[in-house]
């Protein structure tokens, strides 16, 4: 992508550039995978991922605002909004088939970038996504109303792993207000009803996961006008990075669906 400046949020133009990571630019893929993440989640969480991909798949991955190199960056008031400004970023680089991932807030982001390329007239091939209630079947939650403790507590629960990095004071006062920024962004998410998509949905739940159960994420069906599939896998809510090759394995598996015709547009 040549970084065209697309939309402005705050006086500031957002680019491709600004909103998207290629680790390993694959100029001859077949298809791009889109990837957002989790709350408190950046750019590097699917670092990893690119050596498990084969050479037909270009992962891309979603930068938000307010974290690593994007430090300072503030994010928008709105689940709706931060969604704006990732599918206008995105729409000149769906020149070819794409899919789009989503893990926890990640799969609500995901959704609703798809769902205004689509009305741009980018069909998308697969939107997966993973660990999240679909939008209308939501649990109300106000963790990011909470004490630092109890925010650190909600996050630890669902990652043991992420422990060690609010023990460093310097670390914790960093990342801290991020997640609660996130936190603030999808607990406040509440379309009135679901919008309906075209691509193909695969919703992903893990058994362990107290964060969705299959009932929930059965709701993503209502979701779209195109084929619904519902994957239950073992472990909890970061099974894709307790078992990271498992997951790309199946979600490899998953990508190989017919592409729409292309171009997108006429």
């Given amino acids: 992508m ?11 133009a957002v680019r491709y550039d600004d909103c ?6 694959r100029p001859t893929a077949r298809l791009r995978l ?8 950046s750019a590097s969480f699917y670092q990893r991922w690119v050596q498990h991909f084969p050479d037909w798949v270009e ?7 307010d974290r690593e190199d994007r430090l300072g960056e503030s994010l928008p008031d709105t689940l709706e909004q931060l969604a704006d400004e990732f599918a ?3 729409a000149p680089a769906v020149d ?3 899919a789009v991932f989503g893990h926890s807030m990640g799969a609500a982001v995901a959704y609703e970038v798809t769902r205004r390329l689509e009305r741009r007239g980018k069909n998308l091939t697969r939107l997966i996504l993973s660990a999240h209630p679909a939008p209308h079947r939501q649990r109300p939650n106000t963790v990011h109303r909470m004490d630092d403790e109890g925010l650190i507590a909600d996050v630890v629960g669902l990652n043991a792993a992420s422990a060690a990095r ?3 004071p310097a670390i914790r006062q960093l990342v801290l207000p991020t997640i609660r920024a996130d936190y603030r962004l999808i607990e406040t998410y509440r379309p009135a009803s679901p919008g309906l998509v075209h691509a193909p949905i695969a919703a992903v739940i893990n058994l362990d996961d107290r964060e969705v159960d299959a009932d929930e994420a059965r709701g993503w069906s209502d979701c779209t006008t195109g084929d619904f599939e519902l994957r239950e896998m073992p472990g909890g809510h970061f099974h894709l990075v307790d ?17 729409p015709s292309w171009p997108s547009t006429p």
Avoid at 2 to 12: A, I, K, M, P, S
């Fill in 59 to 65: 992962l891309v991955i979603a930068r938000y605002p």
């Fill in 2 to 12: 040549n970084g065209t400046d697309l939309t402005t949020r705050q006086g500031r």
């Fill in 34 to 41: 889109v990837c957002f993440p989790h709350a408190g989640g």
């Fill in 96 to 98: 070819r088939p794409t």
């Fill in 20 to 25: 998207y990571r290629v680790y390993r630019p």
């Fill in 243 to 259: 078992q990271d090759r498992e997951f790309v394995r199946w979600l490899v598996t998953a990508l190989r669906v017919d592409p």
């Fill in 166 to 168: 609010f023990e460093d």
């Fill in 88 to 90: 206008a970023a995105l």
